[in-house]
């Protein structure tokens, strides 16, 4: 994320924010009442653009096609769940309503007072030398001291910015709950593959030990431990089911389905290799601070010093401008110059505020939310920092499992399980040995997994962190921590 733009990308399409950065923001102060800040235009120009992709139309046709056999088959990854729940999830639909109905407050803000227009009667009519006043009318607008509205309208547009934010930062937190949701989900069912396999080779193993019951070379004991340890694994694979259905509602809610839409996970697609980041700690912190939450406190600390700015030009005098028209019969001497003749009074008022301690508490309330939240942003940019640390040792020590689980303990635990299930064939070992090595091959065949599940995750979290997508380094250069 540079410094003057972001980027949201979604999933085969991408969403370009152009938000201005919080450094560059003063330089759209000062503008005329009558126009837009530049800070407000840009955010509009991102919601048309987003909004060709969340509008109500887009998101009714998505929402019936995701329903459609060949949308369900569609999914099956990672990326097809995010693009889903971009377009159809309401929370994030929520939060882009949020942002369009902040964007018509700066239009608000920028609008003068109503035009006070007024009509007398006169019950008992005037008489003048030209003839009878019968009618008055009068029209007066009042017009605020100009930094009253120009300043009204900059904060609502920062504060219409730091909406636009904050919908950034929901998006970003949105996928990263689709990759927890998806990789749970992931886990579940590679466990039911790896338990379903174990069950098959210890039913394998049950008819090898009955072979050897039958020729006296094994006891009753043995032919029950693996049934035992088979009746076992039936139990865990029950539950699977159960949580495979919890894991599937799960991510169904997040990515904004119907209730009881499918969700496939295609089984040929194995976890690509466990790599860390290919862009430099440093770059991650810079990318880290610029992130959409942090930088909408930035926003809404500017939004107060405008606020404060349009207080003080409510303190300053309004001035109005009017007319009084006054409508005269005809005289009683038509002769006399002038008769019958409307009379029109240009009016100038003045409107002078007299509580200007109330004024000033104001101004000092807005000066003193913006510090606030200046003070929140400074808190928000360390913890990014921090979150960016904590993330990257979290990924180090899963790329390190999962080259640990490949290269060591798993080739470890299949050579030792061969070679107990050949020891106990030949009468080199027993039968709690064979099942102890199977235990353990089972543990760490599902250790590899959750280790490649727990990856995936910890890559979505650091992708939300520093709020931008992350490439890999390539596994020539990727040297184990």
């Known amino acids: 994320m540079s410094a003057g733009t972001s980027a949201m990308r979604f999933p085969d399409t991408q969403i370009s924010t152009g938000r201005p950065s919080y450094r560059h923001m003063a330089l759209a102060l000062a503008l005329l009442a009558a126009c837009g800040s530049q800070v407000e235009k840009q955010s509009r120009a991102d919601l048309d653009r987003v909004y060709a992709q969340l509008g109500p139309e887009t998101?009714?046709?998505?929402?019936?096609?995701?329903?459609?056999?060949?949308a369900i088959a569609s999914l099956g990854t990672l990326r097809s769940y995010v693009a889903s729940a971009f377009a159809n999830s309401p929370e994030l639909?929520?939060?882009?309503?949020?942002?369009?109905?902040a964007l018509e407050r700066p239009a608000q803000a920028r609008m003068l007072p109503e035009l006070v227009l007024t009509y007398g009667g006169f019950i008992r009519a005037v008489?003048?030398?030209?003839?009878p006043q019968k009618h008055r009318v009068a029209a007066l607008q009042w017009f605020p001291w100009p930094t009253k509205l120009s300043a009204g309208a900059d904060a609502a547009g920062y504060a219409a910015l730091s909406a636009q934010q904050h919908f950034?930062?929901?998006?970003?937190?949105?996928?990263?709950?689709?990759?927890?949701?998806?990789?749970?989900l992931w886990f579940i069912q590679k466990n039911k593959l790896v338990q379903r396999d174990q069950r098959n080779v210890l039913r394998s193993f049950s008819n090898q030990v009955r072979a050897r019951l039958q020729g006296g070379e094994a006891g009753l004991s043995?032919?029950?431990?693996?049934?035992?340890?088979?009746?076992?694994?039936?139990?865990?694979?029950?539950?699977?089911?159960?949580?495979?259905?919890?894991?599937?509602?799960?991510?169904?809610?997040v990515i904004g389905a119907s209730p009881g839409t499918p969700t496939p996970i295609r089984p040929e697609l194995d976890p690509l290799p466990a790599l860390l980041p290919k862009q430099p700690e440093t770059e991650l912190?810079?990318?880290?601070?610029?992130?959409?939450?942090?930088?909408?406190?930035?926003?809404?600390?500017?939004?107060?010093?405008?606020?404060?700015?349009?207080?003080?030009?409510?303190?300053?005098?309004?001035?109005?401008?009017?007319?009084?028209?006054i409508i005269t019969g005809d005289g009683p001497d038509p002769a006399i110059p002038d008769s019958g003749q409307d009379a029109v009074v240009g009016v100038v008022a003045l409107k002078v505020p007299v509580s200007g301690g109330a004024y000033r508490a104001a101004e000092r309330e807005a000066r003193a939310e913006s510090d606030a939240y200046r003070a929140r942003e400074r808190a928000a940019r360390d913890r990014a920092v921090a979150e960016v640390e904590q993330t990257l040792a979290d990924l180090r020590n899963a790329v390190r499992r999962v080259r640990l689980y490949e290269?060591?303990?798993?080739?470890?635990?299949?050579?030792?399980?061969?070679?107990?299930?050949?020891?106990?064939?030949?009468?080199r070992s027993s039968l709690a040995e064979v099942l102890m090595a199977e235990r353990d091959l089972l543990e760490l065949a599902l250790g590899l997994f959750e280790a490649h599940a727990t990856y995936g995750v910890v890559w979505a979290e650091l992708e939300r962190v520093v709020g931008r997508p992350l490439s890999t380094r390539s596994p020539e250069d990727d040297i184990a921590p």
């Open 59 to 70: 998101v009714a046709d998505s929402a019936a096609a995701a329903t459609q056999p060949e």
């Open 93 to 101: 639909r929520a939060s882009y309503e949020e942002w369009r109905a």
């Open 127 to 131: 008489e003048t030398r030209v003839g």
């Open 168 to 184: 950034e930062a929901h998006a970003l937190d949105l996928a990263a709950q689709v990759a927890r949701a998806y990789w749970r």
């Open 222 to 253: 043995d032919l029950a431990q693996v049934d035992l340890s088979i009746s076992r694994i039936s139990d865990v694979i029950a539950g699977l089911d159960e949580a495979e259905r919890r894991a599937a509602a799960e991510l169904v809610r």
């Open 285 to 325: 912190k810079q990318a880290a601070v610029e992130h959409p939450r942090v930088v909408a406190m930035a926003s809404m600390s500017e939004s107060a010093n405008q606020r404060a700015r349009a207080v003080k030009g409510t303190r300053a005098p309004s001035f109005g401008l009017g007319l009084d028209w």
């Open 407 to 427: 290269s060591t303990l798993l080739p470890q635990a299949e050579t030792t399980y061969s070679s107990t299930l050949d020891g106990y064939q030949s009468g």
